[in-house]
């Protein structure tokens, strides 16, 4: 296993410390935050949802996160060869090329969604989301979003997620997340301000922080699950391959601790947003997924400057989406690189490729492609459910049985220690949670997807 770390020394690594946890905090954070916990949270109770997501973070997200952290850094490689590598002769490198084609299944619906926050942040400086009924406001999401549309600024975000890939690691992806990161919890914060001037700012922070345990059913307990296990990127390879690029002084369990803590407060902070503004106005906060395109915009062109907090809104979605894309990107661009023997710009190129490929499928589910389905879903959301229900937990499952029961102890030891300079105490509880906890828990994620249970 030495030979492992030695194998490799020209390989990139981030810069500084603060690069490493920039990067991965970035990859963590995304639209799963910002978009998904705050309908997840309203149609699930507000506080009794929160709680239970809280939970599941520190039981299964750091577990899960640190075991991809040991295989990255420890084998300094992609997702496919981290695999090769501690288990040669054997079939789970499988279980890499899940990671590479579940992200390029991502990256093809993921980009269109991330279009539209561009595409909204242009059409709230020139107030055309200022809409004055709920059948205008859907009517103007469907123009907005229709295929043509879809695929213009779909392209116009990849393009953006090129420029950032295409300068490497460090000048790259880590210098891009150093300043996007930043500007990113900045915005946060002003809305976090913003809301506490709201009239029903009470009201939302009861709805959020004060649980009604009565509302905490199965239901409610498989969805804090599922958003805990996907809002952190687990099942994919993202953080294995970010991790492959920590240098050998970061400390993989307190660094797992931090992007965790980082990534649930975002999420916290995103509730912090919203909910007090849906009060504040008279809605539902059961709006489900229509509530950040549709009724946050309606909201809002409500307030004073109106058209600016929806401009800096879809801003705080872009910047979240371009941090996740990259890193999504990344898995099948470190593979190329290293198993195919691309070079760099060669490999963000093909990577680039097969996502435009892809995005221009489910772009066009809403304009030509409509009425096109397999299995009676379009492509958008066909590429939505198989990755999100099916692969990532799937190559979840993988990583936790893999480190847990076939991964020799000193190595993960070694890893997480620094070959003994530093202590980590709760090795043999995260290996056990690694070994028992977390497999069940993604399988009942996996039968709840399904519609099993």
């Known amino acids: 296993m030495e030979l492992i770390r030695e194998e490799k020394r020209e390989r990139a690594v981030f810069a500084t410390k603060l690069g490493a ?30 709680i239970c ?45 899940l990671g590479i084609i579940t992200s390029l299944i991502i990256l093809s619906f993921y980009t269109v969604v991330a279009g539209w926050t561009a595409e909204f942040c242009l059409a709230s400086i020139t107030g055309e989301l200022n809409f004055a009924t709920e059948e205008a406001r859907h009517e103007g999401f469907m123009v907005l979003t229709n295929g043509g549309n879809s695929m213009i600024w779909t392209n116009v975000f990849i393009a953006f997620n090129f420029c950032i890939l295409i300068g490497g690691v460090t000048k790259g992806i880590e210098r891009a997340s150093n300043i996007l990161m930043p500007l990113f919890f900045l915005l946060l914060v002003v809305f976090c301000i913003n809301s506490f001037f709201l009239p029903g700012f ?28 996907f809002s952190m990127s687990l099942g994919l390879g993202c953080m294995m391959t970010y991790a492959s690029y920590f240098n050998s002084g970061s400390r993989l369990g307190k660094t797992a601790v931090t992007t965790s803590i980082l990534d649930t407060m975002v999420a916290v902070l995103a509730g912090v947003i919203i909910f007090p503004a849906v009060f504040s ?16 915009p309606h909201i809002f062109y409500q307030l004073p400057g109106g058209g600016i907090w929806s401009t800096l809104f879809f801003l705080l979605l872009f910047l979240a989406s371009l941090t996740s894309t990259v890193s999504l990107s990344e898995i099948s ?14 490999a963000v190129m093909v990577s680039t490729l097969i996502t435009i490929f892809g995005a221009i499928l489910c772009a066009l589910s809403f304009g030509p492609l409509a009425g096109f389905t397999i299995f009676g879903l379009d492509f958008f959301n066909l590429f939505d459910y198989v990755s999100s229900n099916v692969l990532m937990p799937l190559g979840g499952l993988g990583c936790s049985v893999f480190v847990g029961w076939f991964v020799k102890r000193q190595f993960i030891e070694n890893e997480l ?12 509880i995260m290996v056990f949670f690694l070994q028992w906890i977390c497999p069940a828990a993604i399988i009942l994620i996996f039968l709840n997807s399904i519609g099993a249970i």
Not at 21 to 50: C, D, K, M, Q
């Open 21 to 50: 946890i920039a990067t991965t905090v970035g990859s963590a954070v995304g639209l799963g935050n910002i978009w998904r916990f705050p309908y997840e949270a309203g149609v699930h109770g507000g506080g009794a949802f929160l």
């Open 53 to 97: 997501y809280l939970g599941f973070v520190f039981l299964i997200g750091i577990p899960l996160l640190i075991a991809e952290f040991v295989m990255g850094r420890g084998t300094r490689s992609n997702v496919f060869g981290a695999y090769r590598k501690l288990s040669p002769g054997t079939r789970w490198d499988l279980f890499g090329v």
């Open 202 to 229: 009470w009201e939302g922070m009861n709805y959020l922080f004060w649980p009604d345990f009565s509302k905490i059913t199965p239901s409610v307990i498989l969805g804090a699950l599922g958003q805990a296990f």
């Open 281 to 296: 106005f008279g809605l539902s906060p059961s709006a489900g997924p229509t509530l950040v395109f549709e009724v946050l």
């Open 333 to 346: 661009i470190s593979y190329f690189c290293e198993e195919k023997g691309m070079t760099r710009g060669k």
């Open 417 to 428: 220690t620094d070959h003994g300079k530093y202590k980590f105490r709760l090795l043999k």
